[in-house]
């Protein structure tokens, strides 16, 4: 992941999130058998928890891929708050065939009401 917050427009649903875990020495980490979720919160929008299940697209290299994840806030989130956009602090917890659990480096993805 980039150190800058991406965007991403509420509802889309063209727009996957691919993350690859690694270790500290910047090693994939081999998932087979494992299982990862993304996870997190927004202080823009702290009714709303974040808490799906991706999908090991490439296992034994550590390649997780979300899907549509524009569809994980809603433009009916944003307009109850009364807010056009919120930024999320997510982590990917990942889940090894142990089934031993950590959680990777923190980033962000601020959702962004639709432009019409």
């Known amino acids: 992941m980039s150190s800058g917050i991406e965007e991403v427009v509420v509802g889309a649903t063209k727009r996957n ?16 058998g494992g299982s990862v979720k993304l996870q997190g919160k927004s202080s823009d929008l702290p009714s709303v928890t974040i808490d799906v299940s991706g999908t090991l ?45 950590d959680y990777g480096d923190e980033f962000q993805i601020k959702w962004v009401q639709t432009p019409v």
Request: no cysteine; charged share 15%; glycine share 4%.
């Open 57 to 101: 697209t490439s296992p034994a290299s550590g390649i997780a891929t979300f899907f549509s994840i524009g569809t994980l806030v809603t433009s009916a989130n944003l307009s109850e708050a009364g807010i056009t956009e919120a930024t999320f602090r997510l982590r990917v917890k990942y889940t090894d065939s142990q089934p031993k659990f």
């Open 17 to 32: 999130l691919v993350v690859q875990i690694v270790d500290e020495n910047s090693n994939p980490i081999d998932l087979q």
